[in-house]
């Protein structure tokens, strides 16, 4: 288990150090797809747009949840910024420095992470929904785009 997360550890330092850069982008897109925002903005928005969309939300948000509860209970995973204070596989008080954001300061159980994989869902269910939308309106355009170039011919 230790190899896994000091290379976790690695992997984070490498995205602090070499991405920080789009730092306030990739906060955005991680505040946008909270999980919390479902019931009280995704929810109501989208079960006006379109019904499917919004009830594939609500199930994201149940379904999520509970497999991201069972799975913490099973794994009970440690978090990275206090696994290097507590393990003993960094010499002499040379444990790695990792930045901490509001968002990561969690008292739970770490692993799996609940923010990760609430908001890869809520962001797979919005693109999902924009691209089949987009689609749907292309093929009408091309199908309109289709009659009128046949009814000028005629
Ligand atoms: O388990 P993590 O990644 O610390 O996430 C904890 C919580 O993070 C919040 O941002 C989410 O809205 C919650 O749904 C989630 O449970």
Same mark, same amino acid.
């Given at each position: 288990m230790d190899l896994l997360h000091s290379n976790g550890v690695l992997i984070i330092q490498h995205l602090q150090r @070499?991405? !920080?850069?789009?730092? @306030? =982008? %990739?906060?955005?897109m991680s505040h946008v797809g909270d999980? !919390?925002?479902?019931?009280?903005?995704?929810?109501?928005?989208? =079960?006006?747009?379109?019904? $499917? $969309?919004?009830?594939?939300?609500? /199930? &994201?948000?149940?379904?999520? @949840? /509970? =497999?991201?509860?069972? =799975?913490?209970?099973? %794994?009970?995973?440690? !978090?990275?910024?206090? /696994? &290097?204070?507590?393990?003993?596989i960094y010499?002499?008080?040379s444990s790695p420095c990792l930045e901490q954001f509001p968002i990561t300061c969690e008292t739970g159980p770490g692993s799996p992470s609940g923010h990760a994989m609430g908001s890869s869902c809520v962001w797979y269910v919005m693109v999902t929904a924009a691209l089949s939308y987009t689609v749907r309106w292309k093929d009408k355009s091309?199908?309109? %785009?289709? !009659?009128?170039?046949?009814?000028s011919s005629i």
């Open positions: @070499d991405y !920080r850069a789009y730092q @306030d =982008f %990739l906060n955005f999980p !919390r925002n479902i019931f009280s903005i995704y929810f109501p928005l989208w =079960f006006q747009l379109n019904q $499917v $969309v919004g009830t594939k939300m609500i /199930w &994201v948000a149940v379904i999520g @949840d /509970w =497999f991201n509860l069972i =799975f913490k209970w099973i %794994l009970f995973g440690h !978090r990275p910024y206090w /696994w &290097v204070q507590e393990t003993m010499p002499n008080q091309a199908v309109t %785009l289709h !009659r009128h170039s046949c009814g």
